[in-house]
C-alpha cells in the first residue's frame, strides 16, 4: 500500500512538472507613441504600438503567462484591452476606461500581466478609449499547449488577416468632432487589409496586401475586424473557405465563398489553394443596414492579392461581393455556424437558468445643450441605451477600484432585467414617439451571484434607426443558443434553442431588426464590461456593466490591485 502510495504521488509530481514545463512566461514591451505614415496621398500622423500599423502580433499557448509592459509616449490618455482573454482573476488587467482601470496618462506606465486558462484561437487586443483603437490593435494568437493539436487538419501556414479602418486625419479630432456636433465620427476615407488600403484607392497601388501562396498547400486565415464602425463582408475570388473557428471557439467545419463579421469577431478559416496558378484579389466592404436609415457607412472596397507561386500580380480576378444591404447572406452565415461539442475547451452549455434577462438595445435622442447646435433629429444629439438606461462612465473612479475599495457614488446597482416600457420593438412606426426616445443618463450596473447562470435576450429597437448591434461581452464567452427577426417571442422562438453545438462567442451581431439569445455561467468574479463594438455607439451610451460577485474559495475572489495601477 505505502509503495502504491509511493508511485502515485511520484506520478502526480512528474505530470505537474511536464504541466509547468509546457507553459511558458512571454513578455513583451509596447510603447505608445506617434506615428507618421503615407496613405491615400498625404502623410498622417497617428497613435501606434512599436511603429508598426497593425501593432505587434502576440503570439502565446494556452497556459502560458502573458506579460506587457506598456508606456505611454503618446499624447493621449491610453489603456489596452485584451479582447476575448477571460481574466480569470486578472481583471486588473482587462483594460476598459474607467470600467476596470483609469487611463495610463502620457508620460506614464503599465504592466499588464495575466495567464491565458482554458482558450485557444485568434482574439485580438486594442485601445479601450474614445477612438484609439482605429491603429492601436494587433492580433492575439493562442495555439494549444505543446503536444496539443488542432481538432482541423494541421495548415501548412497560418496568416493574421487584420481589416481596419482609415481616416485622413486626427482619429481623435474625428472623435471629437463627432461630440460637438451630436451625430458621432464622420465616415471613414478607406478599409484596409493589414493596415493597406489597396489599390482602389488613390496613391495606394503600392499599398496593396499580397498573400504569397503555393498550389495545393492550405492557409489557416486568421480574421478579425478591427474596423471601428463597420461590419465586413470578406471573399477572395473563385475560392471558398472551411470556418474552423470564431472569437476563439472552435466549430463544425462550415463551407462558404464569404465570410461575414462585426467589429470585435474574429473567424478563423481555411484556404485551400486549389486553382489555377494565377492572382486574385481578396476584397471586404461594408455589410450595413438598409435603408431608410440616418446612419451613413464607408462604401469604399479594400482589396488584397492572393498571387500562386509562379504567378504574377498583373489583372488579379476580382469575387463579386454581397450588396450592402444584402441581410440574407449574413444572417445565412451568422445563423449557420455551431460550435465543437466535444471539442478543446468544450463546455456543456448550462441548462438551469437562475437570472433571465430581457434587453432592449438601440439608439435614442438626448436633448441638445443651451446654446449649442445638434445636427441629430429634430436638432438633438444621438443617443443609445440598454433597457432604456443610457451608460455614463465614471469621472473620478473606475468601477471596479469603487467595487473593490467599497467606494460609494461612483455606480448605481440597478440595471434591470426587462426595459420600462414594452412595446413593438421592431415598428419602425415608434421612432416618432417621443416618449421613448430620450433614455436617462446613468452608471447602473447589474449584480449577479457567483455561479449563476444568465440567459439574456437582446433585443434590437428601432427607435431612430434600424441596426444590427455587434454586442461584446468581457470576460466570458458566451453560447448563442438562437437568432432571428422581428420581436422575440418566448413561446415560439425558445422551442428553436440550440443545447446540443450552440457557438461560442465573445461578440454576437445581432440581427438588423431582430434579436439573439445568449447565455452564460457568471463563474469568473470581476467587473465585466458589456458594450457594442461600433465606437460610435458606445459614447452614446449603448452600454451597461455586470458585477460578479466573489464566490467561496481564496481561487474564486478578487486579488487586489498590482501597485502600478494607473490613478485617476
Not at 139 to 148: N, Q, V
Not at 520 to 535: I, K, L
Amino acid at each position: 500500500m505505502t509503495r502504491s502510495m509511493l508511485l502515485l504521488a511520484c506520478a502526480l509530481v512528474v505530470l505537474a512538472s511536464s504541466t509547468f514545463a509546457s507553459a511558458a512566461v512571454v513578455e513583451h514591451s509596447f510603447q505608445v507613441k506617434n506615428l507618421t505614415i503615407g496613405r491615400l496621398c498625404r502623410q498622417q500622423t497617428i497613435t501606434a504600438v512599436n511603429g508598426s500599423l497593425p501593432g505587434p502580433t502576440i503570439r502565446v499557448r494556452e497556459g502560458d503567462t502573458l506579460i506587457v509592459h506598456v508606456s505611454n509616449e503618446s499624447p493621449y490618455n491610453v489603456t489596452i484591452h485584451w479582447h476575448g482573454i477571460f481574466q480569470i482573476r486578472s481583471i486588473w488587467a482587462d483594460g476598459p476606461n474607467m470600467i476596470t482601470q483609469c487611463p495610463i496618462r502620457p508620460g506614464n506606465s503599465y504592466t499588464y500581466k495575466f495567464r491565458i486558462i482554458n482558450q485557444e484561437g485568434t482574439l485580438w487586443w486594442h485601445a479601450h478609449i474614445s477612438m484609439l483603437r482605429a491603429t492601436v490593435h494587433g492580433a492575439f494568437i493562442i495555439r494549444p499547449k505543446s503536444g496539443h493539436k488542432y481538432p482541423f487538419p494541421k495548415p501548412d501556414k497560418e496568416v493574421p488577416i487584420v481589416l481596419g479602418e482609415w481616416w485622413n486625419d486626427d482619429i481623435m479630432d474625428v472623435a471629437n468632432r463627432g461630440e460637438i456636433t451630436g451625430v458621432g465620427p464622420r465616415v471613414s476615407d478607406a478599409f484596409t487589409i493589414n493596415g493597406r488600403p489597396g489599390d482602389l484607392y488613390p496613391c495606394s497601388e503600392n499599398q496593396t496586401y499580397k498573400l504569397k501562396v503555393e498550389k495545393g498547400k492550405t492557409y489557416l486565415l486568421r480574421i478579425i475586424n478591427a474596423a471601428l464602425n463597420n461590419q465586413l463582408f470578406f471573399k477572395i475570388a473563385n475560392h471558398k473557405f472551411t470556418v474552423v473557428a470564431v472569437d476563439a471557439g472552435y466549430t463544425d467545419p462550415y463551407v462558404t465563398d464569404v465570410v461575414v463579421i462585426a467589429p470585435g469577431q474574429t473567424t478563423d478559416v481555411l484556404l485551400k489553394a486549389d486553382q489555377p496558378v494565377g492572382s486574385y484579389y481578396m476584397a471586404a466592404r461594408a455589410y450595413a443596414a438598409p435603408p431608410p436609415t440616418i446612419v451613413a457607412f464607408d462604401n469604399t472596397t479594400t482589396r488584397g492579392i492572393v498571387v500562386y507561386d509562379g504567378a504574377s500580380t498583373a489583372n488579379p480576378i476580382m469575387p463579386a461581393l454581397p450588396a450592402y444591404n444584402d441581410t440574407p447572406t449574413a444572417y445565412t452565415f451568422y445563423s449557420n455556424i455551431t460550435g465543437l461539442s466535444g471539442g478543446p475547451q468544450w463546455v456543456p452549455c448550462p441548462r438551469r437558468v437562475d437570472e433571465r434577462m430581457f434587453v432592449t438595445v438601440g439608439l435614442g435622442l438626448e436633448q441638445c445643450p443651451a446654446n449649442a447646435t445638434c445636427q441629430g433629429p429634430g436638432s438633438q444629439r444621438l443617443s443609445a441605451s440598454m433597457n432604456n438606461h443610457s451608460f455614463q462612465a465614471p469621472t473620478s473612479l473606475s468601477i471596479l477600484q469603487a467595487y473593490f475599495f467599497n467606494v460609494g457614488g461612483v455606480y448605481e446597482p440597478n440595471f434591470p432585467n426587462q426595459p420600462p416600457v414594452k412595446f413593438d420593438y421592431t415598428n419602425t412606426n415608434v421612432s416618432n414617439d417621443m416618449s421613448l426616445l430620450f433614455p436617462p443618463k446613468t452608471t447602473s450596473v447589474k449584480m449577479l451571484k457567483f455561479n449563476s447562470t444568465v440567459e439574456m435576450v437582446l433585443q434590437n429597437t428601432a427607435l431612430v434607426a434600424v441596426e444590427s448591434h455587434p454586442m461584446h461581452l468581457h470576460g466570458y464567452d458566451f453560447y448563442v443558443l438562437a437568432q432571428g427577426f422581428g420581436n422575440y417571442n418566448a413561446s415560439r422562438d425558445s422551442k428553436n434553442f440550440n443545447f446540443v453545438n450552440p457557438q461560442r462567442r465573445n461578440t454576437i451581431a445581432v440581427p438588423i431588426g431582430g434579436w439573439a439569445v445568449i447565455r452564460f455561467r457568471a463563474n469568473n468574479p470581476g467587473v465585466w464590461f458589456m458594450h457594442c463594438h461600433f465606437d460610435a455607439h458606445l459614447p452614446w451610451g449603448l452600454a451597461t456593466t455586470f458585477i460578479v460577485e466573489n464566490g467561496p474559495t481564496p481561487s474564486t475572489m478578487l486579488p487586489p490591485p498590482p501597485a502600478d495601477l494607473p490613478r485617476c
